[in-house]
């Protein structure tokens, strides 16, 4: 896990990459239970076994604006290199 905090706090420093962390400390009512991906106009869900492509619009929107809340909740930039970096510190000490 170490390497890939690493990783994580090398990357966020490149261009043209946004890497955003939300903080297991944020009060957030729902965490997503699978991976998904948005794409301009459908979803793809992943599992454990399967995935799912979500086309309907009403769902695609759901799912945009669970990004979002995921967006806004998480620390991003300068914030979540330091974050990053304080769990790093934690799991060395």
Do not use: K, W
């Not at 170490?2 to 890497?19: K, N």
């Not at 009512?29 to 301009?40: A, R």
């Amino acid at each position: 896990m170490l390497g890939q905090l690493d990783r994580l706090a090398t990357v966020a420093g490149l261009m043209g990459v946004e890497v955003s962390v939300v903080p297991f400390s944020t009060p957030f009512p729902v965490y997503p239970l699978t991976d998904f991906i948005l794409y301009n106009d459908s979803v793809l869900i992943e599992s454990i076994t399967a995935h799912q492509r979500l086309d309907a619009a009403d769902e695609v929107a759901l799912y945009e604006r669970f990004f979002d809340q995921l967006r806004a909740a998480a620390a991003t930039g300068e914030d979540a290199v330091a974050l990053v970096q304080r769990v790093t510190a934690g799991l060395r000490g």
